[in-house]
C-alpha cells in the first residue's frame, strides 16, 4: 500500500497515538477517559480527519468477531452460575499435597479453564480462590498470582475462544477450530509445564518454609466453606431458632402449664398417625395416666394444632428444598451439556459466532426467566472498545505506515527460515507489549500471512499459528503485557486481605518465562 498524503498521514498517526496511549496507559492524567472511551476517541478522530469515510469506518468493524466475542461471555456467564468456577476452586485444594502441588494444580487448571472460558474470565473468578487457599495455608500468594496469571495466557493460546487475538485471528484466518486446537496444543501442554518448573525453580525455597509468624503478623486462617465458594456462600437452615417464624422455641414450650410428657405425646401421635383420643396424659413424673375419651381441653387442643401446622410446613419445605435442588441439578446438567455441544459445534467446523449466539441462547431459554440479570455481566465496554480498535487500526493501515515498516522487515522474517521466525517472534513481542496484543495481531496478520502465503498454504496457517501463540505468551512478559495480568493484580489488590503484586516482582519472572516458553512452543507449532 502506497503511502497516503502527507496531511491525512500526519493526522492519522496522531488519532493512532491518542488510541495507544489510552489503550496501554487507561488513567494517564491528562486524559483520564480509560480504554474503552479512548477507543472511540480514536475511531472518532478518523472520521473527522478524514483518514476514514464514515461508510469505510462501518465496514470495518469484524461483527463476526463481536458476534463470537459476545456468544462466549455469556456462556461464561451462565457456567459461573453453574458453579463451574466453584468445582474448579474445590480441584485446587482438595487433598492437596503441599504448597508445590498447589502451585501445580492451579497452573493446570488455569490454563485448561482458560482454554475454553478465555483468560479473563479464568482470573477473575479464580484469583479470589487462590488468596483464600494461599491464607489458609499460610503460604505467601506471589508464586500463585504469578502462576494463575501466566498459565492463564499460555493456555489461552490454544483455542480460538482463550482470548480476544485468537478470536481476530480464527476469524481471519478462517481455520477451523478443530485444526487450531491441533496444531498449537502441544505447544501449549509443553509450555504450561515449562512455566510451572520455572516458577517452581524461582521460589523453591520459599515454597518449602511456611511464613514466619514472628516476622509477618498471623492472619486468620480462612474456613474451609470460603476457600470451596466464591459468589455463592453456602445456604445454611436455623431450625429451632427464635427468629424463624416456624421455628419452636424450648424455653417458651417449657413455661406452659402442661406438662412437657402430654406435649411429648401430642406430637408423637401426630407423626405416628394416632388420633387424638390416643392421648396419653402423663404427670410431671412421666407417670401413665387414662387414656383420654373426649375431646382435649381447649389449651392442650390449641398445642396439639400447633404442632400440626408446625408438622405441615416442615414437610412443605421439605418437599420444596427437595424439589428445587433436583430442578437445580437438571438445570446445572443442562447448561454443561449445551456448553459441550457448543465445543463439539466448534470441532467440526460449524460457524463460530453463530454457533457461540445459538449456545447463549439456549442458555437464556433453559433459564427461564428474564435474562437482564445474565446479560447486564456481559463486557459490552470490552465490545465497545473492539468496535474503536478495528476502526483506529483501520485508519492507521491507510496511512500506509504498517505497510511500510513491514516491506522493511519482510526480507528478515521469513517463515520458512528458523532465523526468520526468530525475528518475527521479537517483533510480535515487542508489539505486543508497547501496542497490546489484539491491535498488534490486527497490524501484522493480514501481512505476514500473506507473506508466507507466497511459500505455501501450510506455510500461511503456520504464520498464523504462529502470531496467535507468540502473541498470547508475550503478554507474561510484564505485568502490562495482557489484561489478564492487570485483572489478577487488581483482583488481588481489592480482595479482603489484598496483595499488591508489583510490576518489578512480575518482570523478574516474565522475561525469562516468556523468552523460554515462547522459543520452546514455536518448534512443536504444527500446520
Known amino acids: ?31 483520564p477517559i480509560g480504554r474503552t472511551a479512548g477507543s472511540l476517541l480514536g475511531a472518532m478522530l478518523m472520521v473527522l480527519f478524514q483518514v476514514l469515510t464514515p461508510d469505510q469506518a462501518y465496514e470495518s468493524i469484524d461483527l463476526p468477531i463481536l458476534g463470537l466475542l459476545f456468544g462466549t461471555m455469556v456462556v461464561s456467564v451462565y457456567l459461573e452460575r453453574a458453579d463451574m468456577f466453584k468445582y474448579l476452586g474445590k480441584m485446587l485444594s482438595w487433598k492437596s499435597q503441599g504448597a508445590k502441588d498447589l502451585l501445580c494444580r492451579i497452573c493446570i487448571i488455569s490454563a485448561v479453564s482458560s482454554a475454553f472460558f478465555t483468560n479473563d474470565t479464568s482470573c477473575v473468578v479464580l484469583t479470589e480462590f487462590v488468596l483464600k487457599i494461599a491464607r489458609q495455608q499460610n503460604l505467601p500468594p506471589h508464586p500463585f498470582l504469578l502462576a494463575l496469571a501466566s498459565s492463564a495466557n499460555i493456555g489461552s493460546a490454544a483455542t480460538p475462544i482463550g482470548n480476544p487475538q485468537n478470536l481476530v485471528i480464527a476469524v481471519q484466518s478462517n481455520i477451523p477450530f478443530g485444526q487450531f486446537l491441533f496444531g498449537i496444543v502441544s505447544a501449549t501442554v509443553l509450555g504450561i509445564f515449562v512455566n510451572a518448573f520455572i516458577l517452581l525453580s524461582m521460589f523453591w525455597k520459599v515454597l518449602s518454609v511456611q511464613k514466619d509468624d514472628e516476622e509477618e503478623p498471623p492472619v486468620e486462617l480462612a474456613p474451609e466453606e470460603d476457600v470451596n465458594s466464591h459468589r455463592f456462600s453456602p445456604a445454611t437452615m436455623s431450625h429451632l431458632t427464635s427468629e424463624n417464624p416456624h421455628s419452636v422455641n424450648p424455653e417458651a414450650m417449657s413455661s406452659h402449664s402442661i406438662p412437657n410428657a402430654i406435649e411429648a405425646n401430642i406430637l408423637r401421635s401426630r407423626i405416628s398417625g394416632l388420633g387424638e383420643n390416643e392421648i396419653l396424659k402423663a404427670d410431671s413424673n412421666g407417670t401413665k395416666l387414662d387414656v383420654m375419651d373426649g375431646s382435649l381441653p381447649k389449651e392442650e387442643n390449641s398445642l396439639a394444632n400447633g404442632f400440626a401446622k408446625e408438622s405441615s410446613n416442615l414437610g412443605l419445605e421439605d418437599i420444596d428444598e427437595k424439589s428445587a435442588k433436583w430442578k437445580m441439578i437438571f438445570w446445572k446438567a443442562g447448561v454443561y451439556i449445551i456448553t459441550a455441544g457448543m465445543l463439539v459445534s466448534f470441532l467440526v467446523e460449524l460457524n463460530m459466532s453463530w454457533t457461540a449466539i445459538t449456545a447463549a ?134 480482595a479482603q486481605h489484598g496483595y499488591s503484586l508489583t510490576f518489578w516482582a512480575h518482570l523478574k519472572f516474565g522475561v525469562p518465562s516468556t523468552i523460554i516458553v515462547t522459543a520452546i512452543g514455536l518448534s512443536l507449532i504444527r500446520a
Open 1 to 31: 500500500m502506497a503511502m497516503a498524503p502527507t496531511e491525512k498521514l500526519v493526522l492519522g498517526c496522531f488519532a493512532f497515538a491518542v488510541f495507544w496511549v489510552l489503550a496501554v496507559f487507561p488513567a494517564v492524567p491528562f486524559m
Open 361 to 494: 441462547m439456549a442458555l437464556v431459554v433453559l433459564d427461564f426467566k428474564d435474562a437482564r440479570p445474565c446479560l447486564e455481566k456481559v463486557s459490552y465496554s470490552l465490545l465497545v472498545f473492539f468496535c474503536g480498535m478495528f476502526v483506529t487500526v483501520e485508519g492507521f493501515n491507510r496511512t500506509g505506515i504498517p505497510s511500510a515498516i513491514w516491506d522493511f522487515m519482510e526480507p528478515y522474517a521469513e517463515i520458512d527460515r528458523v532465523s526468520g521466525v526468530a525475528i518475527l517472534a521479537v517483533v510480535i513481542v515487542v508489539l505486543s507489549n508497547l501496542a497490546s496484543n489484539v491491535p498488534t495481531v490486527l497490524l501484522l496478520g493480514s501481512r505476514v500471512a500473506a507473506a508466507a502465503a507466497t511459500i505455501s498454504p501450510e506455510k500461511e496457517k503456520k504464520a498464523w499459528l504462529i502470531l496467535a501463540w507468540v502473541s498470547t505468551v508475550a503478554g507474561n512478559l510484564s505485568l502490562l503485557g495482557s489484561a489478564a495480568n492487570l485483572i489478577v493484580c487488581e483482583q488481588a489488590r481489592r
